[in-house]
C-alpha cells in the first residue's frame, strides 16, 4: 500500500499498514487514538452543460492542448449533488442552470473518485473562470465519449438519446 502521509492527523503518532474492513489501511500505531485512514473516493459532480441546443465542452489550464470535457467539481460539505452541479457550472461558465435529469454514477479509480453525473440546460453569456482558458459548443450528434473519467457519462448520455456514442 503507497503511504499518502505517515503520521496520525489526530494525534501525530505514526501510522502503519494493517487490515481493516478486509483491506490494507493506514492506521495509528496508539491504540488510544483509533484513527484509520478509509481512503474513501472523493464525490465530483459533472454536468453535460447543453447551451442553446449545443454541448458545451472545456479546456482546464493544466490539460493538454487537445483535452476538452465535461464541466466538472467536488461537490462541498452541505450541498447535495443537483446543487453542487449547478453551483459548479455557474462559477466555471457563468451560466444560470437547471437540472434536466440525473446520466449516472461512475467511478474514477485512477483518481479515488466518484463522479455524479447530470444533464444540465443553461442560459446566459459564457464567461469562463481562471481554471478554463477555452470552451468548445458541439452538436450533441457530433459529440463523441472517449475513455475514463467522464467518457462513460457522455456515452450513457448519448445512448439516452438514441444517439450512437461510438
Known sequence: MTAVFRYCPHCAAPLIDAERGEALR???????????????PTPVVAAIVEHDGHIVLAHNRSWPPKWYG??????????????????????????????????????????NQLIIAYHVRAEGEIRLNEELDDYRRIAPEKLRPWPGGTGAAV???LRGRCLDPN
Open 26 to 40: 493506514r492506521v495509528c500505531t496508539d491504540e488510544s487514538c483509533g484513527y484509520i485512514h478509509w481512503n474513501n
Open 70 to 111: 465535461l464541466i466538472t467539481g467536488f461537490l462541498e460539505a452541505g450541498e447535495t449533488p443537483e446543487q453542487g452541479v449547478l453551483r459548479e457550472v455557474e462559477e466555471e461558465l457563468a451560466l444560470a442552470g437547471r437540472v434536466e435529469a440525473f446520466v449516472g454514477h461512475y467511478e474514477f479509480a485512477r483518481m
Open 155 to 157: 456515452a450513457d448520455w
